[in-house]
Every structure is written in structure tokens, then in C-alpha cells.
């Protein structure tokens, strides 16, 4: 259940931020992380134990947080 209501977190925070992105190719690389991180979380909590789960958790929101940090920092077009 708590894979579930993280994926679906996860996917609105994504959407939230390519809302306020500008450039398409920005877009577009933060969707390829976003993918990435999913599917490694997805494996991470099917087919590992809890506890590498939790750290791919950690990792996950790192990731976000690195993804925001630049966007609000990189210069605009």
C-alpha cells in the first residue's frame, strides 16, 4: 500500500514541477530522471528487502530535491 500512495506522490510532484518549467528539453530530462528513478524504485520495492527500499525512498526525494534546486537556480531561455 505504501508503494502505491509513493508512486502516485512521486508522479504529482513531477507533474507539479514540469508545470513550471520553461523549456521543453529541461522537460524532457527531468521526465527521463523521473522514469528512472521510478522503475528503480518499483524493483527496489518488489523484489528487495524494506530496507533498500527505504533508501531508495531517501534517494528518490534527493533527486527531487537536486531537480528543484536547479530549476530554480539555472539561468531562464
Do not use: K, Q
Not at 508503494?3 to 508522479?11: A, L, N, Q, R, V
Not at 507539479?16 to 528513478?37: E, G, M, T
Not at 521510478?38 to 531537480?67: D, E, P
Amino acid at each position: 500500500m505504501f508503494c502505491f500512495f509513493f508512486f502516485f506522490f512521486s508522479f504529482v510532484l513531477y507533474i507539479a514541477l514540469v508545470l513550471y518549467i520553461p523549456s521543453f528539453f529541461v522537460s524532457l530530462v527531468f521526465l527521463f530522471l523521473f522514469f528512472l528513478c521510478f522503475t528503480i524504485s518499483f524493483i527496489m520495492c518488489f523484489f528487495i528487502s524494506l530496507s533498500f527500499y527505504t533508501f531508495m525512498t531517501l534517494f528518490f526525494f534527493i533527486c527531487f530535491f537536486v531537480a528543484t534546486f536547479f530549476h530554480h537556480f539555472l539561468p531562464r531561455p
